[in-house]
């Protein structure tokens, strides 16, 4: 695709978002989510909530008499190749040898489709598309590391679009206040120490819209930066440190609940030297971000990292401007980055520099190629990263508790392939995404 067709790709999706919630049934799924896994489902999504889950079309019958909708047209059997309908503006959806689960959340990720989520307003309608059409129905924008004044306007600008649409949950700092010795493709003239002078500036422009906030603990003023963030709502994040475990646990102690991508710019586990790894697996207050590409993190200890932390990890992408793309030249924040096999990388000194990851992808992945079971991945996708920003219960950021296909959910819901569990139909705050 041109940069012109992902933004009008961009347009569709916002213009999605923007319409009604017209009633919506979901008939015939296998409902999967952190739960366990029911077959030959229903869903029934009022006003962008889930109003009801059964089985059976004598029960679905029951609960639309309930709701005051029309009943199933007697031509409309699940799974006999029946088409989608709608019916006095209600939505039946033949979902029938299809999944169906929560949509997707992402904590961390920094664009997509040519577009970085610190480029502006039009930049994020962009990307958030391309994520959004891969079954992320909500997520957080990572800001990369630049000067401060930049984070403050970029923030401005996440601050605007969060406030216009649903699928935004705010800003995610990964910096300025990471070390020096664990940057990895953050620029290191911008590094700086979360000084009490610079965190008033960043909160303030950001108006109540960081989720988060990844930081060496390890640097001055760490301990009191992160109990300060903690104490203001933000959920601060350990990562790019070169911290030990002692200094971890002190982090956690003073707040920090996130382990920002475990294994990848932090010290690794060592008999003598344990890191900050064991002191997050110790910690059942944390929750571990984890890139499942086969790439950041190779796939044994993926799966160690289930078993360390169970109902623990948040699968993320760091996603950068080149997801879902074509191999070439692109730019994280000033830098420049060469992809080459979907892999991207610093063209300056080779290291990592984000991925091209999708959460489709990874939950995939975690099922296909780690052998985990569909409810726990998909969790790690779902419920997880909601639990970790507080978001899995009713709050002011969404309304709605996000991550179950239960009633009084946020209706984010996916139909995914079982065969390679690529995205079908997207419904995000129960409106049907045109992808």
């Not at 989510?33 to 029934?44: P, T, V």
């Not at 503006?89 to 959340?105: R, W």
């Not at 990592?352 to 975690?366: N, P, Y």
């Amino acid at each position: 695709m041109s940069k012109e067709a992902y933004e009008s790709a961009g347009l569709a999706v916002e213009s999605s978002l923007h319409g009604p919630a017209h009633p919506l049934v979901l008939t015939g799924a296998k409902l999967i989510d952190a739960r366990g896994i029911r077959e030959n489902s229903w869903i029934l999504a009022l006003e962008g909530r889930i109003e009801q889950v059964g089985q059976g079309r004598e029960s679905l019958e029951s609960a639309l008499r309930a709701a005051g909708l029309p009943n199933l047209p007697p031509s409309f059997q699940p799974g006999s190749d029946a088409h989608d309908v709608n019916v006095d503006g209600a939505e039946f959806i033949d979902a029938a040898s299809f999944i169906l689960t929560p949509g997707f959340i992402d904590i961390h990720s920094h664009g997509g489709w040519v577009h970085s989520f610190d480029d502006g307003d039009e930049a994020i309608r962009t990307a958030r598309a391309c994520h959004m059409v891969h079954g992320t129905t909500r997520q957080v924008l990572s800001l990369i590391t630049n000067p401060v004044d930049t984070m403050c306007t970029n923030l401005r600008s996440v601050k605007r679009v969060m406030d216009s649409r649903p699928d935004v949950l705010g800003a995610h700092l990964e910096g300025p206040f990471i070390a020096l010795s664990r940057k990895g493709a953050h620029d290191p003239k911008c590094l700086r120490d979360p000084e009490p002078a610079v965190l008033d500036s960043l909160l303030e422009a950001a108006d109540g819209c960081i989720r988060q906030v990844t930081l060496a603990p390890e640097r001055d003023h760490g301990y009191e930066a992160i109990s300060r963030l903690a104490g203001s709502g933000v959920v601060p994040a350990v990562g790019h440190c070169d911290a030990d475990y002692d200094q971890t646990r002190r982090a956690f102690d003073a707040g920090a609940r996130i382990l920002t991508h475990v294994f990848n710019a932090m010290n690794g586990i060592h008999h003598r030297q344990p890191g900050p790894i064991p002191a997050a697996v110790e910690d059942r207050r944390v929750t571990a971000e984890l890139i499942n590409d086969g790439f950041h993190v190779q796939d044994p200890c993926v799966d160690l990292a289930f078993r360390l932390f169970p109902h623990r990890i948040a699968l993320v992408t760091d996603a950068m401007e080149a997801t879902g793309c074509e191999d070439g030249a692109y730019k994280l924040g000033s830098l420049d980055v060469t992809v080459k096999g979907g892999h991207a990388r610093l063209t300056s000194n080779g290291a990592i520099a984000g991925s091209t990851l999708t959460l489709d992808v990874a939950v995939g992945r975690a099922i296909q190629a780690i052998g985990l079971p569909a409810p726990q991945a998909v969790e790690a996708a779902t419920l997880t990263p909601a639990r970790a920003l507080g978001l899995d219960r009713s709050n002011p950021i969404t309304g709605a508790p996000l991550g179950l296909l239960a009633p009084g959910y946020a209706a984010d819901l996916l139909l995914l392939n079982p065969a390679d569990w690529s995205v079908k139909t997207v419904v995000c705050n129960g409106r049907r995404i045109q992808i």
